[in-house]
């Protein structure tokens, strides 16, 4: 139904302007208690067997909702609704912005991909923590927090705009992401170098530990599929060094060669960050290498190009606890949750491994034996 649905009208519309209507659908949704208990029974059943425990947290699942879709933690309830087992909002920058000018999100429909430049566009940290602290939990699920860099502000001014939205939201958080990877910032992807990432790293971690005194907030960096292999290895060694809690990859890539891209050229030379389908190699290929670097001793977790529950699976033996998605959604719509939970309750069970947390790297240390 819902493929007919999307031909018929979402692919009919501008890309940003259905991603707002899908989202006051949810949004309403959630808000009307039998309705919201249907959709709940339909769309997000829960299997014993995918709980998750990681970063500390006890999950129904591996599975959540990645950064970009919910930018300013109005859709939390409505997108655990709807099966997501974690929901990561942001990305959410120091002052608040407008983002790039339109027209800035572009659906590459051949190859079930997404092109965006939307350029943080967000309320503000301040904004965005004055929502969370006052949100009155309807449906029960983990809540990251991905922070950024505010456009406006220079490189050097960096670390001060990461530790005021730090100081803001840390306790707010389940856990806290630091995005230095997006490609829509100008100079972010500068901060990957270890030489600018380990003082922005160690200054968020303080502020973190200084702002909440009564528990430890995990701390994760978000890094981009575009690195370079011994840059992944730099990361995750530093990572290491600093005490992390995880790596998130990967984010979009602006890469467009290679990728056996099918789309119209005039879409495919847009610029910003391509997601979906076409990163899935890649995004693979970066979190194999940060899990032969760091083993169990940080959480991985798998973003980009996972469509079904074979994609997340693969993830999982490739060394991810934690796995997310958001362009598949738009493609595959409201039931995507559904049959990703049940795909992957079925492949364990099918599988040689008594929990979920035992498959987590098995390919990796299947090859090492």
């Excluded at 947290?57 to 933690?73: E, I, V």
């Excluded at 060094?241 to 467009?256: F, P, S, V």
């Amino acid at each position: 139904m819902y493929p007919l649905f999307f031909r018929l009208v979402f692919r009919r519309m501008d890309p940003e302007r259905a991603h707002h209507l899908a989202f006051r659908w949810i949004r309403l949704a959630v808000r009307i208690p039998g309705l919201r208990d249907v959709v709940g029974a339909v769309l997000a059943p829960r299997y014993e067997a995918l709980r998750t425990d990681a970063l500390g947290l006890r999950m129904s699942g591996p599975f959540g909702l990645a950064a970009g879709f919910d930018k300013n933690a109005v859709a939390i309830d409505g997108m655990a609704m709807l099966g997501f087992d974690h929901v990561e909002i942001g990305t959410v920058t120091g002052e608040a912005q407008p983002g790039n000018p339109k027209r800035r999100l572009f659906r590459l429909l051949p190859d079930r991909a997404l092109i965006n430049r939307m350029g943080f566009n967000n309320d503000g940290s301040a904004v965005v923590a004055a929502r969370l602290a006052a949100r009155r939990e309807i449906v029960r699920t983990t809540v990251g927090v991905n922070i950024g860099k505010t456009k406006a502000v220079t490189e050097s001014g960096a670390v001060a705009d990461y530790v005021t939205s730090t100081e803001r939201l840390a306790a707010h958080a389940d856990y806290l992401v630091v995005n230095v990877s997006s490609p829509n910032t100008p100079g972010l992807r500068d901060l990957q170098a270890t030489s600018a990432l380990r003082p922005l790293l160690t200054a968020v971690r303080e502020a973190a530990d200084r702002t909440v005194t009564d528990r430890r907030v995990p701390l994760l960096v978000k890094i981009a599929p575009d690195l370079a292999d011994e840059d992944v290895d730099a990361v995750a060694d530093l990572a290491l060094e600093l005490g992390l809690d995880g790596i998130i990859a990967t984010n979009t890539t602006i890469a467009r060669e290679g990728l056996g891209l099918r789309s119209a050229p005039d879409l495919v030379r847009q610029t910003g960050g391509l997601s979906g389908a076409p990163l899935k190699e890649r995004s693979l290929e970066v979190l194999r290498r940060l899990y032969a670097r760091v083993g169990d001793r940080l959480v991985l977790v798998g973003v980009g190009g996972i469509e079904d529950a074979e994609d997340a699976w693969q993830r999982i033996l490739a060394g991810a606890t934690l796995v997310q998605g958001y362009s598949a959604f738009i493609y595959r719509g409201p039931f995507w949750m559904r049959a990703m939970h049940r795909g992957l309750a079925a492949r364990l069970a099918a599988g040689p491994y008594p929990t979920l947390a035992d498959a987590v790297g098995a390919d990796t240390w299947k090859a090492t034996v």
